[in-house]
């Protein structure tokens, strides 16, 4: 098992640009969710999932999209990128709520 | 909304003593699960130990345990026999049963000396 694979590791984006952080898990995980974690600040929950199709947005939302139409993926939009999601970006699994949470390796972004 | 705080942004132990990190948490809530999840340099996250709120017996795993205090909102987790290995970020986690909203702290960093 692969466990919980982030893509890219490291990338660099200018002001407004979009990208798609991606995320995949083999280990039939219903839950999903997505986190950043600041400097002095912990990590924050973005947006989570509990099964294909269904989402809901965690403690900062604003600026990112998800859609959950398969399982094992779920991709992480910047719709328009700003300096303040300069971030790394945590994608973590579980089976259930009281279950571990397994999580990605993280991705580094900084937004310039 | 729940708020975790952890209360020591830095510790430091001595190799094979035994250190606690503090954590309190505010919530409304009669169920909930509380967590501990070790941050090492290589930035993956990985779970030390898990607490269900109704169960009043500490977790114990280990050289970790923990002392919850539900009437004081109060999670600490104690690392016995420290090793080298336990220099970390150290973060305290809550979650509601019913949905998978997890609240962390902002860690406390936790250095191990030889």
């Known amino acids: 098992n692969a466990g919980v694979t982030q893509t890219p590791k490291f990338q660099v984006l200018k002001t407004g640009q979009s990208m798609t952080l991606q995320c995949a898990q083999d280990?039939?995980?219903?839950?999903m969710s997505w986190y950043r974690q600041d400097p002095g600040m912990g990590l924050r929950l973005i947006h989570y999932?509990?099964?294909?199709?269904?989402?809901d947005q965690g403690e900062v939302p604003n600026g990112y999209n998800v859609s959950r139409s398969t399982t094992e993926d779920f991709p992480l939009r910047l719709l328009s990128a700003a300096p303040s999601q300069t971030s790394v970006y945590f994608c973590?699994?579980?089976?259930?709520?009281?279950?571990?949470?397994?999580f990605g390796p993280g991705t580094r972004l900084t937004v310039l | 909304a729940q708020t975790v705080t952890q209360s020591q942004p830095e510790m430091s132990v001595q190799e094979a003593e035994t250190v606690t990190l503090s954590c309190t948490y505010d919530?409304?809530?009669?169920?909930?699960?509380l967590f501990w999840y070790k941050q090492p340099p290589s930035r993956q996250m990985i779970l030390v130990i898990r607490?269900?709120?109704?169960?009043?017996q500490n977790a114990t795993e280990n050289r970790f345990s923990v002392n919850f205090q539900k009437a004081a909102k109060s999670f600490s987790l104690k690392i016995s026999d420290s090793q080298l290995g336990d220099t970390a970020m150290y973060f305290c986690?809550?979650?509601?049963?019913?949905?998978?909203?997890?609240?962390f702290g902002a860690g406390t960093r936790l250095t191990v000396k030889p």
């Open positions: 973590a699994s579980s089976s259930g709520v009281w279950d571990e949470q397994f």
């Open positions: 280990m039939n995980h219903e839950y």
């Open positions: 999932s509990v099964g294909a199709g269904i989402t």
């Open positions: 919530t409304s809530e009669s169920n909930y699960y």
């Open positions: 607490q269900e709120a109704y169960k009043q």
């Open positions: 986690a809550f979650m509601k049963p019913d949905n998978n909203d997890m609240r």
